[in-house]
């Protein structure tokens, strides 16, 4: 059985211009799918037409499946009951995915309050429950500040432990760790792993960088212009990489691990 699958879809401007490209994929249940390649490439649009969340002018045509529900051309109403449920997304910028004028705590309240029905006692133990989880520290605290009264690390670890509130079957990173300083990147990384290794669920990870990818998971498809030009495992395509533009991407992802290496063995 596919959780998320994905055929020809295509995504075009008001104007007529085609910017994802009769693209293909599937994801099963608890499998994780990584999206590379460079700016520009198609990979967010891909992301935002699997939750039917295109920006206003924007039309997906083809076909994408998100556990039994086709989500092109599906009412607002319908795509209410997917988003959260089946798949939810992280994006690059935690602020995107809060609301600047609420408190923390009320704004993961709001997804556990209509997904799982709780109220009262039980609703604060499950935001505080939800910000452990993400391993914030004093969640009391992170519950009671505004997002920016806290680092852009825990802010991502917020949008995190919302994505996951209601126990969607798919989450959909999109370079979750790009806008973060180096420093945390790896712990995000791993706790995303972790997380969704416990839950059991599916990942479509999203990023420019091949060895981001590698660290979560083990297939990939490369996008360039809108279209798929390559999809293997993360060791075929690193090792032996059809196309030209994956060799490329290989290259300056093994540039930067040398470039790198030198300082992480100081
Ligand atoms: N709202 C929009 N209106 C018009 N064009 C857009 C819009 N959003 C994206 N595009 C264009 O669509 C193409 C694909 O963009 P997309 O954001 O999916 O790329 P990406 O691979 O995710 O890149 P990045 O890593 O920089 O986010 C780009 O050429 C971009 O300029």
Redesign the pocket.
């Known amino acids: 059985m596919t959780l998320l699958d994905v055929r020809g879809l295509t995504v075009r401007?008001a104007d007529g211009r085609t910017?994802v490209d009769d693209l293909s994929l599937s994801v099963a249940p608890g499998e994780r799918l990584g999206v590379i390649?460079e700016?520009?490439?198609?990979?967010?649009?891909t992301t935002l037409a699997v939750l039917g969340l295109l920006?206003e002018g924007m039309t997906a045509t083809g076909s994408v499946e998100l556990g039994g529900t086709q989500i092109v051309g599906a009412s607002e109403k319908r795509l209410t009951g997917v988003r959260g449920r089946d798949a939810a997304i992280v994006f690059q910028e935690p602020l995107t995915a809060l609301d600047p004028l609420m408190r923390v705590g009320r704004q993961i309240a709001g997804p556990l309050r209509q997904r799982r029905g709780l109220t009262g006692g039980a609703l604060k133990r499950a935001v505080a429950e939800a910000l452990e989880q993400v391993r914030l520290p004093e969640p009391g605290r992170i519950a009671r500040a505004f997002p920016h009264e806290i680092s852009g690390g825990q802010r991502q670890r917020v949008a995190l432990a919302m994505a996951l509130a209601c126990e969607p079957k798919l989450l959909i990173a999109d370079?979750p760790t790009t806008a973060l300083d180096v420093s945390v990147q790896a712990d995000m990384l791993a706790l995303i792993d972790t997380l969704v290794r416990i839950r059991e669920m599916a990942v479509l990870f999203v990023s420019?960088d091949l060895a981001v990818v590698a660290k979560v998971t083990d297939r990939a498809l490369v996008m360039k212009d809108g279209r798929a030009v390559e999809e293997g495992t993360v060791d075929e395509i690193v090792r032996a990489p059809r196309e030209e533009y994956t060799r490329t991407l290989v290259a300056s992802a093994r540039k930067l691990e040398s470039a790198l290496a030198p300082r992480s063995a100081r």
């Open positions: 401007t910017l390649g700016s520009g490439s198609g990979k967010s649009l920006p370079e420019h």
